[in-house]
């Protein structure tokens, strides 16, 4: 069974900085991708993303220059270090681990974890 596991949320001022982190486990197949999201009560938005395989990395456009992914390939592990945190950027954020395989792609989410940034 799939498990994700994030951790490192919590209450920032502005312009402060948090490291998440995301650990999988119960792969059968390890993950093609895992991305981070966030939800701040009105949608679910994209953050960023990572080829487990490649390191090859996106970020939605207002996190570039201030947030940066990466992961541990063989523990299944991604992070998302934030810098420059601003109130905005207030909201549940999620782990999503994307498992290809026979040409199917399979979701895996975790629980999420708060980040606050607030004065």
């Known amino acids: 069974q799939v498990q994700l596991a994030e951790s490192g949320g919590g209450l920032v001022q502005p312009g402060g900085s948090l490291r998440l982190s995301c650990v999988g486990s119960g792969f059968s197949f390890s993950p093609y991708a895992m991305k981070w999201y966030r939800r701040d009560g009105k949608e679910r938005e994209a953050v960023a993303g990572i080829?487990?395989?490649?390191?090859?990395?996106n970020y939605v456009d207002s996190v570039k220059g201030r947030f940066t992914i990466s992961r541990d390939r063989a523990k299944n592990t991604v992070f998302l270090q934030m810098n420059s945190l601003r109130p905005e950027d207030t909201a549940v954020y999620y782990c999503?681990?994307?498992?290809?395989?026979?040409?199917?792609?399979?979701?895996?989410w975790g629980q999420g974890t708060q980040v606050t940034v607030s004065s």
């Open positions: 999503k681990a994307e498992v290809l395989r026979l040409g199917l792609l399979s979701d895996y």
């Open positions: 080829i487990m395989a490649s390191g090859s990395t």
